[in-house]
């Protein structure tokens, strides 16, 4: 029960890898804040947090590409909970379409969700949190392999780790970790919906599918005291995937 009397925001909490993550911090006793821009969808989710074991949740409306809406959940988290611990930067958007065929307006969109959110959750998480607060974001292997008609999302990710290392040196004395991890593949939608995947453009090895849940609990021991002399690293929970790329 690593996370008692901490409170814990989770960005995209009601889709796939989201939902594993704050229902793993639940389970070891945070309050969790749903930060989701379907509320709806991240309402319906609540209860099954609570029969997780979190002493209770609440769902914040947010669109993590836009900064107000950012810093209106971190302030609902002290406003409702008193306090702010950790941060999960795990919304994403990924788009496939080839370079040539990319705007301005698709890269904006991506990179907005993907790298701009993070940015926007830690610059107002480094306002809000006290020593020994953790900032996890969850990035991809596409950081540092990937595929065609991915670039954006692959541009964004690796950017997402450079947030990440500066984040952890500008934190260190406010005494706030941050680190990020690079899943592989993991049974989730946005896997499946693939269309690299659904032509056979790209092919997967069933032994490199991970479960969300293997996600969540990287991201749960980054976030915990048991982490609490690593900073500014970058994890990959790929399988090993990446070791044979």
């Not at 450079?162 to 500008?170: D, N, P, V």
Request: with cysteine; net charge neutral.
């Amino acid at each position: 029960m690593r996370f008692i009397d901490r409170v814990a925001i989770v960005s995209g909490a009601s889709g796939g890898i989201g939902f594993a993550i704050a229902q793993r911090l639940a389970r070891e006793g945070a309050r969790i804040v749903m930060a989701d821009r379907n509320p709806d969808k991240a309402k319906a989710r609540v209860g099954d947090l609570i029969a997780a074991g979190a002493p209770d949740a609440w769902v914040s409306r947010c669109d993590v590409s836009v900064e107000t809406e950012v810093e209106a959940t971190c302030k609902g988290a002290l406003d409702r909970f008193g306090r702010l611990d950790v941060v999960v930067n795990n919304a994403g958007l990924m788009t496939f379409v080839p370079i040539e065929d990319l705007t301005g307006e698709t890269w904006t969109q991506v990179l907005g969700v993907d790298l701009m959110g993070a940015f926007y959750f830690t610059k107002h998480a480094f306002r809000r949190m006290k020593p020994g607060g953790s900032i996890v974001n969850v990035a991809s292997i596409h950081a540092v392999m990937t595929s065609p008609l991915a670039a954006p999302y692959a541009a964004a990710k690796a950017a997402m780790l450079s947030l990440t290392r500066t984040a952890s040196i500008e934190g260190k004395p406010k005494g706030i970790r941050s680190n990020a991890i690079l899943p592989g593949a993991v049974d989730t939608p946005m896997l499946w919906d693939n269309p690299n995947i659904k032509s056979g453009a790209e092919t997967i090895n069933p032994d490199d599918v991970g479960k969300p849940d293997e996600i969540a609990a990287a991201v749960a021991f980054l976030a915990s005291d048991d982490a609490s002399f690593v900073t500014g690293a970058s994890l990959a929970v790929d399988g090993g995937r990446l070791a044979k790329l």
